[in-house]
T-cell receptor
Framework: GAGVSQSPSNKVTEKGKDVELRCDPI?????LYWYRQSLGQGLEFLIY????????KSGLPSDRFSAERTGGSVSTLTIQRTQQEDSAVYLC??????????????FGEGSWLTVV | KQEVTQIPAALSVPEGENLVLNCSFT??????LQWFRQDPGKGLTSLLL?????REQTSGRLNASLDKSSGRSTLYIAASQPGDSATYLC???????????FGTGTLLAVQP
């Protein structure tokens, strides 16, 4: 596709359940990012993948959160034992190179997660 | 720790006015700064990217400036239109990391 694609666009889950969120970056983009945006809050960095390098996981809020990127393309963010405070929009983004090169970062439309 | 602040938090202007949105950051050691817009229920759309060595970037009615030493950036919107109504976010790439640190945004409403 032409842009960053995320699925599902909306997810309602019960507290304690696990959820998986998927991101398809722009074709050819080697850098992939996950951010979280809670209601009324700014964007919070979660994790960053660049090529085959070890991911920067420094933003993951707890060990219930994990992410992987298979084949250098599609990424999955997994939240285990969801809590109500996990309710947020999860945004994925990609860029042609690592952001240190200055390339523009492109965002998907997000996965809206509601934990009830 | 880098902190990014945007003022004002919300702004309402009549159509046709020129306006300025402000972004300030606490650590001047940045690689670049990017302005985004976010429409309700949507993701972020990149507007302008300014490298640390640049002073400004222009795209159509938008002009973004960067003053690294004072830790400030402005986004100037000329001849505002109702379609410009959105939340505007600035983000800085700080130090030797790959994280974009975002401000909390300015909610702009352009009244027809």
């Amino acid at each position: 596709g032409a842009g960053v694609s995320q699925s599902p666009s909306n997810k309602v889950t019960e507290k304690g359940k696990d959820v998986e969120l998927r991101c398809d970056p722009i074709s050819g983009h080697t850098a992939l990012y996950w951010y979280r945006q809670s209601l009324g809050q700014g964007l919070e960095f979660l994790i960053y993948f660049q090529g085959n390098s070890a991911p920067d996981k420094s933003g993951l809020p707890s060990d219930r959160f994990s992410a992987e990127r298979t084949g250098g393309s599609v990424s999955t963010l997994t939240i285990q034992r969801t809590q109500q405070e996990d309710s947020a929009v999860y945004l994925c983004a990609s860029s042609a190179k690592g952001q240190l090169s200055g390339n523009t970062i492109y965002f998907g439309e997000g996965s809206w997660l509601t934990v009830v | 720790k880098q902190e990014v602040t945007q003022i004002p938090a919300a702004l309402s202007v009549p159509e046709g006015e020129n306006l300025v949105l402000n972004c300030s950051f606490t650590d001047s050691a940045i690689y670049n700064l990017q302005w985004f817009r976010q429409d309700p229920g949507k993701g972020l759309t990149s507007l302008l990217l300014i490298q640390s060595s640049q002073r400004e970037q222009t795209s159509g009615r938008l002009n973004a400036s960067l003053d690294k030493s004072s830790g400030r950036s402005t986004l100037y919107i000329a001849a505002s239109q109702p379609g410009d109504s959105a939340t505007y976010l600035c983000a800085v790439r700080s130090g030797a990391t790959n994280k974009l640190i975002f401000g909390t945004g300015t909610l702009l409403a352009v009244q027809p």
